[in-house]
């Protein structure tokens, strides 16, 4: 049975996660920050009633800040995609700059993640894909959505 991948980019980067975890892919929200939360979220939606964190993957990956963050302090009409995820019994939205498509991948072509990478990057990923192009790097998203696992890397 092949590897069901919802893919996304950020920071020009290819990744992917199981589409198993995937709630739903919306445009950015009206979102609420919070005081003194860490710098990777980014704050509040109400998404039909339910309240959902929103992640800024680029910062947990410690990819830098995101550019949708950096440009305005007002979020009039953010940009990008939240990608909204659950893993159990948790749902989060994920901000990622930009949606690829759902990509079937055959059993057991998923590598290892390379070791070139370093830091938490690394730490939450759970493998790569070769392309013509590059690379499909491939999210844990238990690890992603895990703070006690985001906390013993800092």
């Given at each position: 049975?092949?590897?069901?991948?919802?893919?996304?980019?950020?920071?020009?980067?290819?990744f992917g996660i199981d589409v198993q975890h995937v709630?739903?892919?919306?445009?950015?929200?009206?979102?609420?920050?919070?005081?003194?939360?860490?710098?990777?979220?980014?704050?509040?939606?109400?998404?039909?009633?339910?309240?959902?964190?929103?992640?800024?993957?680029?910062?947990?990956?410690?990819?830098?800040?995101?550019?949708?963050?950096?440009?305005?302090?007002?979020?009039?009409?953010?940009?990008?995609?939240?990608?909204?995820?659950?893993?159990?019994?948790q749902v989060v939205s994920l901000l990622v700059d930009?949606?690829?498509?759902?990509?079937?991948?055959?059993?057991?072509?998923?590598?290892?993640?390379?070791?070139?990478?370093?830091?938490?990057?690394?730490?939450?990923?759970?493998?790569?894909?070769?392309?013509?192009?590059?690379?499909?790097?491939?999210?844990?998203?238990?690890?992603?959505?895990?703070?006690?696992?985001?906390?013993?890397?800092?």
């Amino acid at each position: 049975m092949a590897e069901q991948l919802c893919t996304f980019f950020l920071n020009g980067i290819f990744f992917g996660i199981d589409v198993q975890h995937v709630q739903e892919v919306i445009r950015p929200q009206a979102l609420t920050r919070v005081p003194l939360a860490p710098p990777d979220i980014c704050g509040l939606i109400n998404l039909r009633g339910q309240i959902l964190t929103v992640i800024d993957l680029q910062q947990r990956l410690e990819m830098g800040e995101s550019a949708m963050r950096s440009t305005t302090k007002l979020i009039d009409e953010p940009a990008g995609f939240n990608i909204v995820v659950r893993s159990n019994d948790q749902v989060v939205s994920l901000l990622v700059d930009d949606i690829g498509d759902v990509l079937a991948l055959p059993e057991n072509t998923v590598q290892p993640p390379p070791t070139t990478l370093k830091g938490k990057m690394r730490q939450m990923l759970a493998g790569a894909y070769p392309l013509a192009e590059g690379f499909l790097l491939i999210l844990d998203i238990e690890k992603i959505l895990d703070l006690n696992f985001k906390s013993s890397f800092i």
